[in-house]
């Protein structure tokens, strides 16, 4: 197997880098957002009813980016929509690097699948015969090197998915707590 993939020559190290970047980005990811939960309806309209009859958040986890906005109400609403904005920014940190890198492994495994391809018709040509190893190792190569490429691109595209949704989730929740915040706000300089 290992001579298998050593076969593939100048692909397989650029797409082991790839799936090597991408799974440790995915795992970054991953424990950047554990605090971040989006809450869940209830959870959010307890908070805010809570939050409106004066008392604190209690059972959401301190670092979450509700209870921070939540914890900073007394401060004016440029600060505190600059203090929401920067925990989406914080969310949204590397979050395209995922696709991105998803399009590089597909293109650098169909490039991989091209010159695997070439590799095979140039053997077939210059044998003069159909030559099975020499055959076999080209299109060996072009195989491999799409499905290192699809194993790259396959979970980063998904990590991106689930990890844009639940930060599109807290954004939103982050807006409505924000509003209820300055409409207090609002209130009091009236």
Aim: with cysteine; glycine share 12%; aromatic share 6%.
């Amino acid at each position: 197997m290992i001579e298998f993939l050593w076969a593939m020559g100048p692909f397989l190290l650029p797409l082991l880098l790839l799936s090597v970047y991408g799974v440790g980005l995915i795992l970054k990811k991953s424990w950047a957002l554990r605090g971040a939960k989006p809450l869940g309806p209830a959870t959010l309209a307890r908070v805010l009813d809570g939050f409106a009859a004066g008392r604190a958040p209690g059972d959401l986890p301190a670092a979450h980016p509700v209870a921070d906005l939540l914890a900073h109400a007394s401060e004016g609403p440029s600060l505190l929509q600059a203090r929401a904005q920067m925990h989406v920014l914080s969310l949204e940190e590397r979050l395209s690097y995922l696709p991105a890198l998803a399009n590089i492994a597909t293109l650098t495994g169909l490039f991989g699948t091209v010159c695997g391809m070439i590799g095979a018709f140039f053997s077939l040509r210059m044998g003069g015969g159909a030559d099975p190893g020499a055959l076999a190792g080209g299109l060996g190569q072009a195989l491999v090197a799409t499905a290192l490429g699809l194993v790259t691109a396959i979970p980063s595209l998904t990590a991106h998915a689930i990890f844009q949704r639940k930060v599109q989730q807290v954004a939103s929740q982050l807006e409505v707590v924000l509003a209820v915040l300055l409409a207090g706000e609002a209130q009091k300089d009236a």
